[in-house]
């Protein structure tokens, strides 16, 4: 270029130069509105050895949850549920509004082709004939002929020059609703998966309440045909065989109810999967071997704020609304907007492509707001109110999260304390059904004693059940809490932010 820059290069580091600037307030991330350190006090002692390092944001729904039934089930679920389509779509649509919004940083050319033919009024003709000179008249085209004109050109109309920042402003408005939007979807998927697991283990808990209601429905029903035939037999009265028949009726409702739950699950699922569920998925392992984790590492509270997508979408939403009073603060300021055209045009088509029809235009244009009544004012006053709002949004959101983790860490170690009281009462009320039956079957004492240990029992195996049904869930529940799930498989410890940028 013998040392000179070319008129387009020039032009683009004018244009970068002129448009480097924002009136973006800087952002100061809001103090942590929690506690530094989770809750202390008797219901959050460690209730088991932590068997993994990992942090829950780094491990992967394959390694947490080993169940292969229940593996197959996230991963229909992650293909087919339909509220991930649509926030995948929703990602989508906010990736090109950002498009839409970055293109507005950079001229729109385009090109134009017209032919005019036109024939003049014999008594007005018409004197904007492109061509002809000052004063001569289209009148001395009266003779019937028709104006003819071509013109073809390509430019760029009412481009405005971001001197103030007001568009680049807006473009990094865009930018990060894609981000907070990609955020939500994580978010999202971490959800599906932890209502998957969640529903996964209520099916295997009414699955094992109903075989334990089988169990008891059919001893209790050939304890009634025994009872009935001693009372043929004289060797049974009247009110023992009403109080097994009590026990029968009982335990028959209960079969019911645990089939109704059991059918509901499968339906659950269905609905979260996003299909029906296929026949030819792998059996379940058994109730209780859905994960070989015991425990989670918490962390600090702080720790949330890079783990939990929620949160991370919050302050995403937060930064375009700082951003959006970049643009307001513009407004104040004079717009400079350009329209230019480069082309030919000719009286005669033979003649448009040669270097005389060669005609160019530029047209500078300057808006100034000198009195707009207060506009300015109150969308810039709308702007801070906005930022402020979703401030106090991504607040909450922390606390929530907070919130969740600490009733997670509280249940953790109760429920496993809770869950070794009830083996033990099981074991307990087994062996106190087994001496009553024998005392009642050798006649030393009667049914009622034997009626309520079988009684006892059954409550018993039944709260063991569904406390261990909710120790699994809240497992489950601090996974999902401390930002786990939403990569299938482990993450390296320290790339789980970058491998979040890329996903988003």
């Known amino acids: 270029m013998n040392g000179f820059l070319s008129p387009r290069r020039a032009g683009l580091m004018v244009l970068a130069a002129l448009s480097g600037c924002t009136m973006i307030p800087d952002y100061k991330r809001p103090a942590l509105p929690v506690a530094s350190t989770w809750p202390q006090g008797p219901a959050y002692h460690a209730g088991a050895p932590g068997q993994i390092g990992t942090a829950a944001s780094d491990l992967g729904?394959?390694?947490?949850?080993?169940?292969?039934?229940?593996?197959?089930?996230?991963?229909?679920?992650?293909r087919d549920n339909r509220d991930l389509r649509s926030a995948a779509y929703a990602v989508v649509q906010a990736q090109g509004q950002y498009q839409v919004q970055h293109a507005?940083?950079?001229?729109?050319?385009?090109?134009?082709?017209?032919?005019?033919?036109?024939?003049?009024s014999s008594h007005a003709g018409f004197s904007f004939a492109p061509g002809l000179?000052?004063?001569?008249?289209?009148?001395?085209?009266?003779?019937?002929?028709?104006?003819?004109?071509?013109?073809?050109?390509?430019?760029?109309?009412?481009?405005?020059?971001?001197?103030?920042?007001?568009?680049?402003?807006?473009?990094?408005?865009a930018?990060?609703?894609?981000?907070?939007?990609?955020?939500?979807?994580?978010?999202?998927?971490?959800?599906?998966?932890?209502?998957?697991?969640?529903?996964y283990v209520a099916w295997l808990a009414d699955t094992e309440q109903l075989k334990v209601t089988d169990q008891t429905l059919a001893s209790q029903k050939e304890t009634l045909r025994l009872t009935q035939a001693g009372?043929?037999?004289?060797?049974?009265?009247?009110?023992?065989?009403?109080?097994?028949?009590?026990?029968?009726?009982?335990?028959?409702?209960?079969?019911?109810?645990?089939?109704?739950?059991?059918?509901?699950?499968?339906?659950?699922?269905?609905?979260?999967?996003?299909?029906?569920?296929?026949?030819?998925?792998?059996?379940p392992a058994p109730f209780g071997k859905q994960t070989v984790l015991a425990d989670l590492p918490a962390g600090l509270p702080s720790d949330l704020l890079d783990r939990r997508p929620d949160i991370q979408s919050a302050e995403f939403t937060l930064l375009s609304a700082n951003d959006d009073i970049g643009a307001a603060r513009a407004a104040f300021f004079p717009r400079l907007t350009l329209t230019a055209s480069d082309g030919v045009s000719s009286l005669q088509f033979r003649n448009l492509f040669t270097q005389g029809a060669t005609t160019f235009g530029v047209n500078p244009?300057?808006?100034?707001?000198?009195?707009?009544?207060?506009?300015?004012?109150?969308?810039?006053?709308?702007?801070?109110?906005?930022?402020?709002?979703?401030?106090?949004?991504?607040?909450?959101?922390?606390?929530?999260?907070?919130?969740e983790v600490s009733d997670a860490l509280a249940a953790r170690a109760t429920y496993l304390d809770q869950a070794r009281q009830l083996d033990a009462l099981v074991d307990s009320s087994t062996d106190a059904?087994?001496?009553?039956?024998?005392?009642f079957d050798a006649g030393v004492d009667s049914y009622l004693n034997t009626l309520d240990a079988q009684r006892t029992l059954y409550g018993a195996q039944?709260?063991?059940?569904?406390?261990?049904?909710?120790?699994?869930?809240?497992?489950?529940?601090?996974?999902?809490?401390?930002g786990g799930g939403w990569t299938e498989r482990s993450v390296p410890p320290g790339q789980a932010a970058a491998a979040a940028t890329q996903k988003g």
């Open 433 to 439: 059904y087994r001496l009553a039956r024998m005392r």
């Open 104 to 120: 507005s940083l950079f001229p729109q050319i385009g090109s134009t082709g017209q032919a005019v033919y036109q024939a003049p």
């Open 175 to 199: 930018a990060d609703q894609v981000l907070s939007q990609a955020a939500s979807e994580r978010s999202l998927l971490i959800s599906v998966i932890s209502q998957v697991a969640t529903t």
């Open 462 to 482: 039944q709260s063991r059940i569904s406390v261990h049904e909710a120790r699994y869930q809240n497992l489950i529940t601090v996974y999902r809490a401390l």
């Open 133 to 173: 000179g000052a004063g001569r008249s289209g009148a001395a085209y009266g003779d019937g002929r028709v104006f003819k004109f071509y013109q073809a050109g390509i430019g760029f109309s009412s481009y405005e020059i971001d001197l103030f920042g007001r568009i680049r402003s807006l473009s990094r408005e």
């Open 231 to 283: 009372l043929d037999h004289g060797e049974a009265n009247q009110l023992t065989l009403r109080q097994v028949e009590t026990q029968v009726e009982q335990a028959a409702a209960n079969h019911a109810q645990y089939q109704r739950q059991v059918a509901q699950d499968e339906n659950q699922l269905a609905l979260l999967v996003g299909a029906p569920l296929p026949a030819n998925l792998p059996a």
């Open 365 to 403: 244009q300057i808006q100034i707001p000198l009195l707009t009544w207060g506009q300015n004012e109150g969308t810039l006053q709308a702007s801070k109110a906005l930022r402020n709002q979703r401030m106090a949004a991504y607040e909450k959101a922390i606390q929530t999260a907070f919130h």
């Open 61 to 78: 729904w394959r390694e947490f949850f080993v169940d292969k039934r229940l593996q197959a089930l996230i991963a229909l679920a992650v």
